[in-house]
């Protein structure tokens, strides 16, 4: 039995907090977001001692019609640097590339070039020979790189040890263990990244964890899989994220012991903006439908359009879910 | 340390869910549930397969005005026998009896005469000595009990072993660790309950648990005290209970792999009932205000006050607690 890293008073200087609210967040709103939103937000998460901030996708705009989104589906350099200059702060700026979504051979600047720190390729596990080649080309270019291997809850344990293996050979920085499902319970999340943590022994690579909240363990699955390893960490403001959302930031600035952390700042920005988006009609966060998806294993859409029709026949939506199982 | 007892997929007929939603729930609408509500919950429960009803606290009527209150702080015979009847049903019923707060030597009939089969004695930590002898009194009258031991999280380790030697020399049948502010994290609940399963062992005293929701950990605490040997659950149904609520019966009900417990008629019952308490302007539940009171491990009172008040000003309240730490 793996032991744990530390306990409950414990700093641990290689945890890593990265607050993805315009990216998973983004899911919810089409990414409209104001750019007073992204701006206090950034001026929040710098205050607090967030360690990475997510802008959101760097879609194809050939694949995806720029007049249909927000502009943080496409994340262009000059759109965060309107947010953000040269960031002059500790905080690294990131954004995400979906293998299969972008064009990451003609749309990423050399480093030296960008405010982007870090690029988080996100693919699904029999996409991993693409994230590879991905990963190789955005560590060319300077960035830190992540592959985050969603929906691991229906991968089986063989693809998961290849997947391992063969990111382990790569120049990625941190391989992540994504719960895009909120299937998991403590005990899965905490087996699973046990292996996480074993492949990459030695390697120098971190383990991250991204969760959601279908069956109301975002938090306690994240804070889990923390103890036994995991280092890099996925919130959001007040879970705000697809569906059932995700880990909130506030439980793990409350939780985390590192004096860097401050939970004050982002009360604050919840007052002023969340609570505006919540009444702006913007809905996300654990609800019975989420939690059937979580209980069956499979993705969120059918839940995610009973909450869009505001349905409330959760009786009737559960046996439609098991006679389509 | 100690092996978990069994796995994800086990069935454990040592398990007995026990709903507490009239008592738990009751602290939110001041027990005024209708007849039709409490009945339509009995016969879902019994639908449901769950083990134990808690129906209320049986409070003093000489310090309680019964005119200010729902029946169900009181909890007489022929109120629970209006329900249930005869209660020919495989599931048992139980109330609460708070030390202090209950007439205890006049207000309980012999088992045989009463449709009762539980008494849940509810105390703090120095009320030990009294709950023995309410124990050892419900005991002779032929009831099943438990001792629960509130606000533990509050309980120095010396003080905790202490109850637990006295109790386990009891004729209790059930110990409960009861994480009254919600500020227990798995981490301390696991340790905590392999404390009280430890103290019990070779007694044939079962270890119960009950959550609240402060750190969106009911659920997860649950199941992780559970997996350690915890038998007796309590759950409500949505987690409709004080402040943040408790462990959501929905959520066990799903989880559990006994073919017995069904989730599809709690589903009906939650449509009909429960939105229309939510309505009505019933409020319970995971936020902000709840975390703060869990991080600061003290009695969720003031942030009742501020839900109460409508309040949103999370920053301002974060700081006054701090201020009166």
Same mark, same amino acid.
């Given at each position: 039995?793996?032991?744990?890293?530390?306990?409950?008073?414990?700093?641990?200087?290689?945890?890593?907090?990265?607050?993805?609210?315009?990216?998973?967040?983004?899911?919810?709103?089409?990414?409209?977001?104001?750019?007073?939103?992204?701006?206090?937000?950034?001026?929040?998460?710098?205050?607090?001692?967030?360690?990475?901030?997510?802008?959101?996708?760097?879609?194809?705009?050939?694949?995806?019609?720029?007049?249909?989104?927000?502009?943080?589906?496409?994340?262009?350099?000059?759109?965060?640097?309107?947010?953000?200059?040269?960031?002059?702060?500790?905080?690294?700026?990131?954004?995400?590339?979906?293998?299969?979504?972008?064009?990451?051979?003609?749309?990423?600047?050399?480093?030296?070039?960008?405010?982007?720190?870090?690029?988080?390729?996100?693919?699904?596990?029999?996409?991993?020979?693409?994230?590879?080649?991905?990963?190789?080309?955005?560590?060319?270019?300077?960035?830190?790189?992540?592959?985050?291997?969603?929906?691991?809850?229906?991968?089986?344990?063989?693809?998961?040890?290849?997947?391992?293996?063969?990111?382990?050979? +790569? $120049?990625? @920085?941190?391989?992540?263990?994504?719960?895009? #499902?909120? /299937? =998991?319970?403590?005990?899965?999340?905490?087996?699973?990244?046990?292996?996480?943590?074993?492949?990459?022994?030695?390697?120098?690579?971190?383990?991250?964890?991204?969760?959601?909240?279908?069956?109301?363990?975002?938090?306690?699955?994240?804070?889990?899989?923390?103890?036994?390893?995991?280092?890099?960490?996925?919130?959001?403001?007040?879970?705000?994220?697809?569906?059932?959302?995700?880990?909130?930031?506030?439980?793990?600035?409350?939780?985390?012991?590192?004096?860097?952390?401050?939970?004050?700042?982002?009360?604050?920005?919840?007052?002023?903006?969340?609570?505006?988006?919540?009444?702006?009609?913007?809905?996300?966060?654990?609800?019975?439908?989420?939690?059937?998806?979580?209980?069956?294993?499979?993705?969120?859409?059918?839940?995610?359009?009973? +909450? $869009?029709? @505001?349905?409330?026949?959760?009786?009737?939506? #559960?046996? /439609? =879910?098991?006679?389509?199982?």
């Amino acid at each position: 039995m793996t032991v744990r890293k530390g306990n409950l008073m414990s700093v641990r200087d290689d945890i890593k907090l990265l607050d993805a609210t315009i990216r998973d967040g983004g899911l919810c709103n089409n990414f409209e977001f104001s750019d007073e939103f992204v701006k206090e937000l950034y001026k929040t998460n710098v205050k607090s001692g967030i360690d990475y901030m997510e802008f959101g996708y760097r879609a194809s705009k050939a694949m995806f019609d720029e007049s249909e989104f927000g502009k943080w589906k496409f994340c262009k350099e000059e759109d965060i640097r309107a947010i953000v200059g040269d960031n002059p702060s500790d905080m690294k700026i990131a954004v995400m590339a979906d293998v299969g979504r972008c064009d990451y051979k003609t749309d990423f600047l050399p480093k030296s070039e960008s405010v982007i720190d870090m690029v988080r390729v996100a693919c699904y596990i029999h996409q991993i020979p693409t994230a590879v080649e991905m990963i190789e080309h955005f560590h060319a270019l300077g960035y830190e790189t992540t592959c985050n291997i969603m929906a691991v809850s229906q991968a089986n344990t063989d693809q998961i040890t290849q997947a391992l293996d063969m990111l382990c050979s +790569t $120049s990625v @920085d941190v391989i992540y263990l994504v719960d895009s #499902y909120g /299937s =998991l319970y403590p005990e899965n999340a905490s087996e699973l990244s046990k292996t996480y943590i074993a492949a990459a022994e030695n390697t120098g690579k971190k383990i991250g964890f991204h969760a959601h909240n279908n069956l109301n363990l975002a938090f306690a699955n994240t804070i889990e899989t923390m103890s036994y390893g995991v280092s890099f960490l996925d919130a959001t403001v007040q879970g705000m994220g697809r569906g059932a959302g995700n880990c909130p930031m506030e439980l793990l600035l409350g939780f985390l012991k590192n004096p860097k952390y401050n939970l004050y700042h982002l009360l604050k920005f919840i007052e002023k903006y969340m609570l505006m988006l919540r009444e702006e009609g913007v809905v996300w966060g654990y609800d019975l439908q989420y939690m059937f998806t979580g209980f069956l294993n499979r993705h969120p859409r059918e839940a995610i359009d009973f +909450t $869009s029709k @505001d349905r409330k026949d959760y009786s009737e939506f #559960y046996k /439609s =879910l098991l006679e389509n199982y």
